[in-house]
């Protein structure tokens, strides 16, 4: 732990100290500084760097245009035209295209290397005049009464450091950096999950303009997903309930193989395949802060949520949340009076688009929401909203609000239609949650204790 107030070379002051360089941080590092701003922006690793998480929406692409990055991100994307959904239950699959969706404008989207496509988006940052500091963490945070933001970090060479800033972006990802030492964070009470992925090479794809597109393939325990990449690999992984992975009985490359046995068109894909190196395990467990702003600062991304990605939301709520919290940081910065109204608009935009988002995700592997997705049909155009919203249309006030009022109406119907299956699904998504909870309780007390914040935060 550091001292608490370690000064080798005094206060480094700025405007706004960010925390954290993936999407988010990056995204709202580059637009403050491209306001003429004072960001420093730290990030604990050194990029490029391996980050899950490649599929994109259509509706990042008006983000990248407004950063400037459009035609880079072109350069290393694979075009993703759609998404298949394939269902053993229903033995079929459907695709689903964007250009199908309500708003026409935004027909494709990417899959990206996360190591490339986050590089590229802090190195933007950096050219746009924010001060970007790689391989330092942040340590502790004070919040002192009298105003101000003061913060520790230490390199990776054991440099300790000191910064005082106006305003504090959290953008440090699922390690909740301000979350966790203000005792905001709490797990999701409706969704836990884990995972567990890995990379191939030799994997066969779809055929055509689908070569680039998701596929998502339902099984028992969860769902599994397949993302070609640019250069060949594609990213392939399982989302399942917490005590599925306690059934492991081999080591844990064997159980994902075991788990992607259990989708054969999937399957069928990967016969001439190679993993590359051993799969990986994580605890995506599902988790909301209780807060997202103060007016000395707020929470963009991963560390204020996390989400199960069934819809691929990861990236597209991360730059979004930045753009939303722009004019909010610069009310508190300018018009302190006032921080208090822009700040809350922003948590409530923010709230708004991952409420949308969620409530079809904690029902996604339902036998009635799997019935809708495999016989969809366009009456009252509610087909075309449900693309529009999985294109990411769930900020402002958009037509297909009342399509998916619709669409909501027509999942509580189908779901009375097959109660029986119904209730037990709930059932188990009950015991998943529950059983999510005490993992993540024996993991609280088996973790070292965490730095405290200091000032008022403490």
Same mark, same amino acid.
């Given at each position: 732990?550091?001292?608490?107030?370690?000064?080798?070379?005094? %206060?480094?002051?700025?405007?706004?100290?960010?925390?954290? &360089?993936? *999407?988010?941080?990056?995204?709202?590092?580059?637009?403050?500084?491209?306001?003429?701003?004072?960001?420093?922006?730290?990030?604990?690793?050194?990029?490029?760097?391996?980050?899950?998480?490649?599929?994109?929406?259509?509706?990042?692409?008006?983000?990248?245009?407004?950063?400037?990055?459009?035609?880079?991100?072109?350069?290393?994307?694979?075009?993703? /035209?759609?998404?298949?959904?394939?269902?053993?239950?229903?033995?079929?699959?459907?695709?689903? %295209?964007?250009?199908?969706?309500?708003?026409? %404008?935004?027909?494709?989207? /990417?899959?990206?290397?996360?190591?490339?496509?986050?590089?590229?988006?802090?190195?933007?940052?950096?050219?746009?005049?924010?001060?970007?500091?790689?391989?330092?963490? @942040?340590?502790?945070?004070?919040?002192?009464?009298?105003?101000?933001?003061?913060?520790?970090?230490?390199?990776?060479?054991?440099? @300790?450091?000191?910064?005082?800033?106006?305003?504090?972006?959290?953008?440090?990802?699922?390690?909740?950096?301000?979350?966790?030492?203000?005792?905001?964070?709490?797990?999701?009470?409706?969704?836990?999950?884990?995972?567990?992925?890995?990379?191939?090479?030799?994997?066969?794809?779809?055929? &055509?303009?689908?070569?680039?597109?998701?596929?998502?393939?339902?099984?028992?325990?969860?769902?599994?997903?397949?993302? *070609?990449?640019?250069?060949?690999?594609?990213?392939?992984?399982?989302?399942?309930?917490?005590?599925?992975?306690?059934?492991?009985?081999?080591?844990?490359?064997? +159980?994902?193989?075991?788990?992607?046995?259990?989708?054969?068109?999937?399957? %069928?894909?990967?016969?001439?395949?190679?993993?590359?190196?051993?799969?990986?395990?994580?605890?995506?467990?599902?988790?909301?802060?209780?807060?997202?702003?103060?007016?000395? +600062?707020?929470?963009?991304?991963?560390?204020?949520?996390?989400?199960?990605?069934?819809?691929?939301?990861?990236?597209?709520?991360?730059?979004?949340?930045?753009?939303? &919290?722009?004019?909010?940081?610069?009310?508190?910065?300018?018009?302190?009076?006032?921080?208090?109204?822009?700040?809350?608009?922003?948590?409530?935009?923010?709230?708004?688009?991952?409420?949308?988002?969620?409530?079809?995700?904690?029902?996604?592997?339902?036998?009635?929401?799997?019935?809708?997705?495999?016989?969809?049909?366009?009456?009252?155009?509610?087909?075309?909203?449900?693309?529009? +919203?999985? @294109?990411?249309?769930?900020?402002?006030?958009?037509?297909?609000?009342?399509?998916?009022?619709?669409?909501?109406?027509?999942?509580?119907?189908?779901?009375?239609?097959?109660?029986?299956?119904?209730?037990?699904?709930?059932?188990?998504?009950?015991?998943?949650?529950?059983?999510?909870?005490?993992?993540?309780?024996?993991?609280?007390?088996?973790?070292?204790?965490? @730095?405290?914040?200091?000032?008022?935060?403490?």
């Amino acid at each position: 732990m550091l001292p608490e107030s370690p000064k080798p070379y005094g %206060d480094a002051l700025c405007d706004v100290l960010v925390i954290g &360089g993936g *999407p988010a941080g990056s995204t709202i590092a580059a637009l403050l500084a491209e306001r003429g701003r004072r960001v420093t922006l730290l990030e604990k690793d050194r990029h490029p760097r391996f980050h899950i998480g490649e599929s994109l929406l259509p509706l990042n692409l008006p983000l990248f245009e407004k950063l400037g990055v459009k035609e880079e991100i072109e350069r290393i994307g694979m075009l993703k /035209y759609g998404v298949e959904f394939i269902s053993p239950y229903h033995d079929k699959s459907v695709m689903f %295209d964007f250009a199908d969706a309500w708003d026409k %404008d935004f027909p494709y989207s /990417y899959q990206v290397r996360r190591s490339e496509f986050d590089d590229l988006l802090l190195r933007n940052a950096a050219a746009k005049g924010a001060t970007v500091i790689e391989g330092t963490r @942040a340590t502790a945070v004070e919040l002192p009464p009298e105003g101000g933001i003061f913060a520790t970090s230490r390199s990776e060479t054991g440099e @300790a450091r000191r910064w005082s800033a106006r305003f504090l972006v959290d953008a440090s990802g699922r390690d909740t950096f301000l979350a966790s030492r203000l005792g905001l964070k709490q797990r999701n009470r409706k969704h836990g999950s884990a995972a567990i992925f890995g990379h191939f090479t030799g994997a066969r794809r779809l055929s &055509g303009n689908a070569a680039g597109n998701i596929s998502i393939c339902w099984f028992d325990h969860g769902w599994i997903w397949f993302i *070609p990449l640019s250069d060949g690999t594609t990213s392939v992984g399982a989302v399942c309930r917490p005590q599925y992975l306690k059934l492991r009985r081999s080591d844990i490359t064997s +159980f994902f193989l075991e788990t992607l046995a259990t989708c054969r068109p999937l399957a %069928d894909r990967l016969v001439e395949a190679e993993l590359i190196g051993p799969a990986t395990t994580t605890g995506n467990y599902s988790y909301r802060s209780d807060r997202l702003a103060d007016e000395r +600062f707020l929470l963009l991304g991963d560390a204020f949520a996390f989400i199960d990605p069934v819809f691929s939301t990861g990236v597209y709520l991360a730059m979004m949340s930045a753009f939303l &919290g722009l004019d909010a940081i610069e009310t508190a910065l300018d018009r302190p009076a006032q921080a208090a109204r822009a700040l809350q608009r922003f948590e409530s935009d923010v709230r708004r688009g991952i409420d949308s988002f969620s409530w079809y995700i904690y029902r996604m592997a339902t036998p009635a929401m799997r019935d809708l997705f495999m016989g969809p049909r366009n009456y009252f155009r509610i087909e075309e909203a449900v693309l529009s +919203f999985l @294109a990411g249309d769930v900020f402002g006030r958009s037509p297909i609000q009342s399509r998916l009022f619709l669409f909501k109406l027509l999942y509580y119907f189908t779901s009375m239609l097959r109660l029986p299956s119904s209730l037990q699904s709930w059932r188990m998504r009950r015991q998943n949650v529950r059983v999510a909870r005490a993992v993540r309780a024996r993991e609280k007390t088996a973790r070292r204790p965490r @730095a405290e914040v200091g000032g008022d935060g403490r």
